[in-house]
């Protein structure tokens, strides 16, 4: 099983509403990512977690805050966010920290709209 | 300088030709990973062949293959048979020893529509 879930698939909110991004996985990856993308371009790193601590911040605004709860979870807490905001938030996990070769597995993704 | 360089940002292809995607990157690492990705309009990435620096073969998986020249600091996809359904953005990346986190750097993308 080579699955990562999130929820939800699509997300309208204002920008003084607080949302949560879920994702899990249940494949005993240790290392969880989130990326956003903008249309026609590429996915761009946001945070890394390597066994349940955060590893990497991509100089990241505030307003997204993660969260690594448990080995299988990763959220993405959402608050006071801007228009330019407005993307597909990916979600990912590979099985370790070490090896050049650990393919990361995406999940299908977040549609967030701010307006 | 960009790490991952795709040159083509649209390509067409008949279907059952065959098609090869150009990526080219730029590392002083010994040890790196290239990874070709497939993101059809659904948003998901999808996981498609892995390239090791050390790797003596090129790597194949069904339809994919991956032609790869180290010394030219190329990886290029190579699918085969076109189906319908291959139609989709694809991204070439790579992962670095010498990275903290196991991060990829993507190249921008190249989008290929099949044609019936």
């Known amino acids: 099983d080579t699955e990562v879930t999130q929820t939800p698939k699509h997300l309208v909110m204002g920008m003084t509403n607080k949302k949560s991004l879920k994702c899990e996985q249940h494949?005993?990856?240790?290392?969880m990512y989130w990326y956003k993308q903008k249309a026609k371009k590429p996915p761009e790193l946001m945070f890394v977690?390597?066994?349940?601590?955060?590893?990497i911040n991509e100089s990241v605004p505030s307003r997204f805050s993660p969260e690594c709860p448990n080995s299988s979870l990763l959220n993405l807490h959402l608050h006071a966010l801007q228009p330019e905001d407005s993307a597909l938030y990916l979600c990912?996990?590979?099985?370790?920290?070490?090896?050049?070769?650990?393919?990361?597995?995406f999940g299908p993704g977040t549609r967030l709209t701010v307006t | 300088a960009q790490k991952i360089t795709q040159t083509q940002p649209g390509m067409f292809v008949q279907e059952k030709e065959a098609v090869t995607l150009d990526c080219t990157y730029d590392t002083s690492d010994q040890s790196y990973g290239l990874f070709w990705y497939k993101q059809p309009s659904s948003g998901e990435m999808i996981f498609l062949i892995y390239?090791?620096?050390?790797?003596?073969q090129n790597a194949t998986e069904g339809r994919y293959s991956l032609n790869f020249q180290k010394a030219r600091k190329s990886a290029n996809l190579v699918i085969s048979a076109s189906q319908l359904g291959d139609s989709a953005m694809y991204f070439c990346a790579m992962r670095e020893s010498g990275n903290a986190g196991n991060m990829l750097t993507f190249g921008g993308g190249t989008r290929l529509m099949v044609k019936p």
């Open positions: 494949m005993g990856h240790r290392a």
């Open positions: 990912a996990s590979s099985q370790d920290g070490g090896r050049v070769g650990g393919e990361q597995y």
């Open positions: 977690y390597s066994y349940e601590k955060l590893s």
């Open positions: 390239q090791g620096s050390y790797d003596e």
